[in-house]
């Protein structure tokens, strides 16, 4: 079985979860092959870096009229029609030649949108996967010539009925995240008796620059900090080895070290890091959100009990931070709904889709 994944680098969310769901269906069909494509470094291989460039500063400092083209996209319904529609249909019809795939399974709206015109205009039966990758149920992601949804969450798939997608197109899985994120029976112990406090900025690297933040939690006795810049270099240069009560981390591949060993997580609220740490069992603290769609994972994260939303105010956000670390029983409680949670999560719908892939011709196929 061969199949193809088509994501973007669009906060790196998109391409994460691209990465950690072929992990997982590896580990389901160790013989698989699988490929995976970003969609614009393929189509447009001398501007992709141009597009993602022009994407990280519009929702950095223009997060108003990103929520308003989103919302006005939401309003517009399901089967939208991409820009530059027959472009892309013509890479996609060559991607599709060079690598002949079995089924194509998409973490990016434009590519599920791009894949199901190509299957309308050319009567392709070709399977199409969609993986959603935040708690949304936004028209983007909606096509009719999609097989099948991976959706995080029950809320979503209830949504996504109301809004005529077919009950036995949609599974309740979650938001894909590396197997490393799953913990053990065991928690790491503290050696130190301080509350360990992990601090992410995402795919983009989105943290706080107050000094006074990072000096007040410095100062805090309790606490002791882990920072993951990720790659923003500046922020990096401006913490590291400053503070001695904070680490400060550049880009890492063991993300899911330094959460399993947290106490608690404080991030902005995207998809990626909503489920990394819900498979590492570790409560999430959010920065105020802007973007809608973390938005709506904040609702999630709010509703469901796994975390809370911080002050905006550096002060204020660092003595509420203090308090929520020294509260056992409403980190106890916090870390039960998280166990609740991932408990929900079908860790079959894998298996069961691949057998829909393999099966009788037709089995997953919208015709």
């Keep these: 079985m061969k199949l193809l994944f088509l994501t973007g680098k669009f906060g790196m969310g998109h391409y994460s979860a691209a990465f950690s769901l072929a992990e997982r269906v590896s580990r389901v069909n160790p013989e698989a092959d699988i490929v995976i494509r970003d969609i614009f470094e393929y189509a447009m291989p001398y501007y992709s870096d141009k597009v993602y460039h022009a994407f990280g500063v519009m929702v950095t400092h223009c997060s108003g009229t990103y929520n308003k083209y989103y919302n006005h996209m939401e ?60 708690i949304s149920s936004h028209s983007e992601w909606i096509n009719g010539a999609t097989d099948c949804y991976l959706v995080p969450d029950r809320m979503v798939r209830s949504k996504l009925t109301e809004k005529g997608v077919e009950e036995t197109k949609i599974y309740v899985y979650g938001i894909p995240v590396r197997p490393e994120f799953d913990y053990g029976e065991e928690r790491p112990e503290e050696t130190d008796g301080k509350k360990h406090i992990l601090i992410m900025g995402g795919g983009l690297g989105i943290l706080p620059e107050s000094n006074e933040f990072y000096e007040e939690l410095n100062a805090s006795g309790h606490i002791r900090v882990t920072v993951i ?24 591949n063991e993300v899911y070290r330094y959460m399993q060993e947290a106490d608690v997580v404080i991030s902005k609220p995207g998809g990626i890091t909503l489920f990394e740490t819900i498979h590492a069992g570790t409560p999430l603290l959010v920065f105020e959100p802007f973007l809608q769609q973390e938005i709506n994972n904040t609702g999630f994260i709010v509703g469901r009990g796994i975390g809370m939303i911080l002050e905006k105010n550096p002060m204020d956000c660092v003595r509420e931070i203090s308090k929520i670390v020294q509260d056992d029983t409403l980190l106890d409680a916090m870390k039960a709904n998280v166990d609740r949670l991932k408990r929900e999560y079908d860790q079959t719908v894998i298996g069961q889709v691949l057998a829909l892939i393999e099966g009788p011709e037709g089995a997953l196929c919208t015709g």
């Design 75 to 134: 309003r517009k319904g399901p089967d939208l029609k991409p820009v530059f529609l027959p472009w892309f249909l013509k890479k996609i019809k060559n991607l599709l030649e060079e690598e002949q795939p079995d089924a194509v399974i998409s973490t990016l709206p434009l590519c599920s949108q791009i894949m199901s015109w190509y299957k309308a205009v050319t009567g392709s039966r070709m399977p199409l996967i969609t993986c959603i990758t935040d």
């Design 229 to 252: 810049t990720g790659k923003n270099q500046e922020i990096y240069k401006k913490l590291h080895g400053k503070y001695e009560n904070i680490d400060v981390i550049g880009y890492t």
